[in-house]
T-cell receptor, first 114, second 112 residues
Framework: NAGVTQTPKFQVLKTGQSMTLQCAQD?????MYWYRQDPGMGLRLIYY???????DKGEVPNGYNVSRLNKREFSLRLESAAPSQTSVYFC?????????????FGPGTRLTVT | GDSVTQMEGPVTLSEEAFLTINCTYT??????LFWYVQYPGEGLQLLLK?????DKGSNKGFEATYRKETTSFHLEKGSVQVSDSAVYFC???????????FGAGTTVTVRA
């Protein structure tokens, strides 16, 4: 099992460019999440998908869109990148939401917007 | 809303020292509590969890007890190793939704 995979691992964008971060999981989990990690702020939830076909905003959704393509894949799109979106992005998945169930994390994408 | 507060780092220790990282939480319901660990250059991994009051989670020599009366979930290890150098995150999940709330993280460095 690969677990949760993310592509790309690193990306540099110029202000105003767009890109899509890809995430896939092979654990047959229902729920998937996108977080950003910034120094001193822990992880903050951007968007999540409780099940295939549904998506909801998290704590910091502005400037992002998501697509739950199928049960395995959950992508995050930046339509017009801004320097404030420089961060490390993590995708995660879990079996039955976040209640008492463990979330499994991907290795992250380090994004720099200049 | 729900929130987690954990002690600020960085924390630097010598090998075989005792480690404590304090974590307190605010939640309206009865959350599940977690400690995650992030090794350099990697994603987060679950270290341990507890789902109800007085539960003790343990893994790899680390322990934490869910204390409802003090709304705390402090992480402890009796004898740290260099390989324990990492960032540690306390987190909670309200049972009514699907989301984790994370603390800011505590960077721990263990020196030989």
């Amino acid at each position: 099992n690969a677990g949760v995979t993310q592509t790309p691992k690193f990306q540099v964008l110029k202000t105003g460019q767009s890109m899509t971060l890809q995430c896939a999981q092979d654990m047959n989990h229902n729920s998937m999440y996108w977080y950003r990690q910034d120094p001193g702020m822990g992880l903050r939830l951007i968007y999540y998908s409780a099940s295939e076909g549904t998506t909801d905003k998290g704590e910091v959704p502005n400037g992002y869109n998501v697509s739950r393509l199928n049960k395995r894949e959950f992508s995050l799109r930046l339509e017009s990148a801004a320097p404030s979106q420089t961060s490390v992005y993590f995708c995660a998945s879990s079996e039955v939401g976040g209640g008492a169930a463990e979330q499994y994390f991907g290795p992250g994408t380090r994004l720099t917007v200049t | 809303g729900d929130s987690v507060t954990q002690m600020e780092g960085p924390v630097t220790l010598s090998e075989e020292a005792f480690l404590t990282i304090n974590c307190t939480y605010t939640a309206t319901g009865y959350p599940s509590l977690f400690w995650y660990v992030q090794y350099p250059g990697e994603g987060l991994q679950l270290l341990l969890k507890a789902t109800k009051a007085d539960d003790k989670g343990s893994n790899k020599g680390f322990e934490a007890t869910y204390r409802k009366e003090t709304t705390s979930f402090h992480l402890e290890k009796g004898s740290v190793q260099v390989s324990d150098s990492a960032v540690y995150f306390c987190a909670l999940s309200d049972r009514s939704d699907y989301k984790l709330s994370f603390g800011a993280g505590t960077t721990v460095t263990v020196r030989a």
